[in-house]
Nanobody, 114 residues
Framework: QVQFVESGGGLVQPGGSLRLSCVAS??????MAWFRQSPGKERERVAS????????WYAESVKGRFTISRDNAKNTVYLRMDSLKPEDTAVYYC?????????WGQGTQVIVSS
């Protein structure tokens, strides 16, 4: 069954911004994270948050540029991405953390290119 539906990706120029959304279905997900995967690379966690949204973590590569937030009433987690760089190009996924559950969503593609 579909658990996570990601959206909001697209093509953006370096320095631009995007906001990704993830709608989670089913039971409450207390800790949520955004992950990304580039061709030839392993999937990596880029940001995570607790239920209240007052405890967050960011990978060093995105710290200061990405912001994770959530709206529990809408079962939605967001990832605001600013000052995007070509190296941010990847498919972005959301899932629980620290134990991601199957199946993963289809992800949303982000391409940062001029």
């Amino acid at each position: 069954q579909v658990q996570f539906v990601e959206s909001g990706g697209g093509l953006v120029q370096p320095g631009g911004s995007l906001r990704l959304s993830c709608v989670a279905s089913g039971r409450p997900r207390y800790f949520m994270a955004w992950f990304r995967q580039s061709p030839g690379k392993e999937r990596e966690r880029v940001a995570s948050t607790n239920w209240a949204g007052d405890s967050t973590w960011y990978a060093e590569s995105v710290k200061g540029r990405f912001t994770i937030s959530r709206d529990n009433a809408k079962n939605t987690v967001y990832l605001r991405m600013d000052s995007l760089k070509p190296e941010d190009t990847a498919v972005y996924y959301c899932n629980e953390f620290p134990s991601p559950s199957d199946p993963w969503g289809q992800g949303t593609q982000v391409i940062v290119s001029s």
